[in-house]
Nanobody, 129 residues
Framework: LQLVESGGGLVHPGGSLRLSCVATGFSLSYFAVAWWRQAPGKEREVVSCFSFADGKTWYSDSVKGRFTISKDNAENTISLQIDNVEIDDAAIYYC???????????????????????WGQGTQVTVSS
């Protein structure tokens, strides 16, 4: 049972990037999947979440309007589109899955790391001009 992120790399401020998270060994259909990020010297923070059961999406205030989370056409894949990249977006990005058969991404839970059952290894996003 694994989550594998991809799509990280070097991006210029104002540019765009698309991250993907693929689950292997289990179906995401009963999960909520969140994207977290951790910048050097900072705590890990959740930035977005997608609930497969009800299609609910959630975004942190810091990324609202610039990040878009979506279910990919590829099976068992969640993507995070990052537009108008900012310097502060530089971080390692992780996807995490929470068992949520009746819906997830709930306030008060979405930002709690222990709520998540599976974590990926992360993909690095570097922002530089």
């Amino acid at each position: 049972l694994q989550l594998v992120e991809s799509g990280g790399g070097l991006v210029h401020p104002g540019g765009s990037l698309r991250l993907s998270c693929v689950a292997t060994g289990f179906s995401l259909s009963y999960f909520a999947v969140a994207w977290w990020r951790q910048a050097p010297g900072k705590e890990r923070e959740v930035v977005s979440c997608f609930s497969f059961a009800d299609g609910k999406t959630w975004y942190s205030d810091s990324v609202k309007g610039r990040f878009t989370i979506s279910k990919d056409n590829a099976e068992n894949t969640i993507s995070l589109q990052i537009d108008n990249v900012e310097i502060d977006d530089a971080a390692i990005y992780y996807c995490a899955a929470e068992w949520a058969i009746i819906g997830g991404c709930l306030e008060g839970q979405v930002d709690s790391e222990p709520e998540y059952d599976y974590w990926g290894q992360g993909t690095q996003v570097t922002v530089s001009s």
